[in-house]
């Protein structure tokens, strides 16, 4: 509604106006001398949300790097000690056998930014044995990590799938070889002092920037066999599954929420 219209609303309806049965009209600043049909009243100028500089490509300044293609420092093998797998041309791949790996730092609601490539060999490798390897939040939950190109398994043990529990909205995968995303939101589950389950852990992942788990409530750990089921823990490290697969990892970083 321009202003001169707004104005001869004002002409015509002064009962209602007066009434305050037009205050779905547009508000402007010269809107009278009213205080309650002041705009300046629904503006919040403090506190200003902090600046993060987000380099192209890179990680934001808030971030913890967790793998710049280089440094490996911020993780640990599974079993302890000096990280087992190959760090070669920015990219930090899985040595089959070797199992997995750990952040050494412990985390709990995060966003969490991971790309990852599958073997561009696949012949002789089907189902959950091409490319497979895993993101587990707080080392018990899996976002499955599986070359899903043309390669057909139990749709929620594909790529983008909460493992055994929650299959991916639309199969987003690139073709083996390619590097493709993830970008997580993590909500941890919380328990009570006596263990109880006071809300379980949601997730929402964007795979290649499609959206794949639309805020996905987990019912528990994740299992091979069975149901899942929760126990209760604290913060807890990022885990990278060794599943045979030789699949690379890059450009991981995460922000605590
Ligand atoms: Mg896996």
Known sequence: MGDRLMDRTRRINPLLMAAGMLAAAPVFAHAGSDPARDPAKTEVWTPVPASVATPEGGAPSDAIVLFDGKDVSAWEAEQGGRVPWSVADGALTVVPGSKGIRTRQSF??????????????????????????????????????????????????????????????????????????????????????????????????????????????????????????????????????????????RNIWVREL
């Open 108 to 249: 709990c609601d995060i966003q969490l930014h991971v790309e990852w490539r599958t073997p561009v060999v696949t012949a002789g490798f089907e189902g959950q044995d091409r490319g497979n390897s895993g993101i587990f939040l707080q080392e018990r939950y899996e976002l499955q990590v599986l070359d899903s190109d043309n390669n057909p398994t139990y749709a929620n043990g594909q790529a983008g799938s909460i493992y055994k529990q929650a299959m991916p909205l639309v199969n987003a995968s690139r073709a083996p070889g390619q590097w493709q995303a993830y970008d997580i939101v993590w909500k941890a589950p919380r328990f009570a002092k006596g263990g109880g389950l006071i809300s379980p852990a949601r997730i929402t992942v964007l795979h290649n920037g499609v959206l794949v788990q639309d805020d996905t409530v987990l019912a528990g750990k994740t299992e091979y066999i069975g149901a899942p089921s929760y126990a209760p823990h604290g913060c807890a490290p990022l885990y990278l599954q060794e599943h045979d697969a030789k699949v690379s990892y």
